[in-house]
T-cell receptor, first 116, second 117 residues
Framework: AQKITQTQPGMFVQEKEAVTLDCTYD???????LFWYKQPSSGEMIFLIY??????QNATEGRYSLNFQKARKSANLVISASQLGDSAMYFC?????????????FGGGTRVLVKP | GAVVSQHPSWVICKSGTSVKIECRSL??????MFWYRQFPKQSLMLMAT?????????EQGVEKDKFLINHASLTLSTLTVTSAHPEDSSFYIC?????????????FGPGTRLTVL
């Protein structure tokens, strides 16, 4: 079985600063996908970034980067230059196999509040 | 990206009634749809996976007779909460994946907030 752990229930970050959201995972699979989603108060799930288990380079998408440390089984999300609109819940998730078409297992989430 | 809609966006019903939630892929054919439930201040928990034209696969602990899922077409899946009770009050979110999608593409609907009185 897969398990995702997010140890930070909530955190504050100053506008324009960077923030790191922790995510560790547990799986016996060799092939898996790691995802980060943002959920604003409206409830919609917004895909941010993806990392495949065989990808050697860390994924980046604009202000988002994923710090993938396979040996430590961690997949931390780094948000650079935080904006007020980044205030939301952030969920780390993973799939068995590389594809998002497989079912997602979510972590407990981290609430981020960006202060002006 | 592709668009997934849900209807209704919110619903309030009396205990004992049944509620149907629709999930539609608007501009692509969804070969697989997922249904998640999210209680307040909690994470998303997968309830079931449905593939077009076949029976849904339910996660352990989810009552298949209570949460009826139908994926009758490539653009529509429905979740019916039968004989709803207050403990079924939750945020229900569907997601969809199309055939030939790349690895990171699972598109989420906006969610349906169910309140059972």
């Amino acid at each position: 079985a897969q398990k995702i752990t997010q140890t930070q229930p909530g955190m504050f970050v100053q506008e324009k600063e960077a923030v790191t959201l922790d995510c560790t995972y547990d799986t016996s699979d060799q092939s898996y996908g790691l995802f980060w989603y943002k959920q604003p108060s409206s409830g919609e799930m917004i895909f941010l970034i993806y990392q495949g288990s065989y990808d050697e380079q860390n994924a980046t998408e604009g202000r988002y980067s994923l710090n993938f440390q396979k040996a430590r089984k961690s997949a931390n999300l780094v948000i650079s230059a935080s904006q007020l609109g980044d205030s939301a819940m952030y969920f780390c998730a993973m799939t068995r196999g590389l594809a998002a078409g497989n079912k997602l297992t979510f972590g407990g989430g981290t609430r981020v509040l960006v202060k002006p | 990206g592709a668009v997934v809609s849900q209807h209704p966006s919110w619903v309030i019903c009396k205990s004992g009634t049944s509620v149907k939630i629709e999930c539609r892929s608007l501009d692509f054919q969804a070969t697989t749809m997922f249904w998640y439930r999210q209680f307040p201040k909690q994470s998303l928990m997968l309830m079931a996976t449905s593939n077009e034209g076949s029976k849904a696969t339910y996660e352990q602990g989810v009552e298949k007779d209570k949460f009826l899922i139908n994926h009758a077409s490539l653009t529509l899946s429905t979740l019916t909460v039968t004989s709803a009770h207050p403990e079924d009050s939750s945020f229900y979110i569907c997601s969809a994946r199309g055939a030939g999608s790349s690895y990171n593409e699972q598109f989420f609907g906006p969610g349906t907030r169910l309140t059972v009185l």
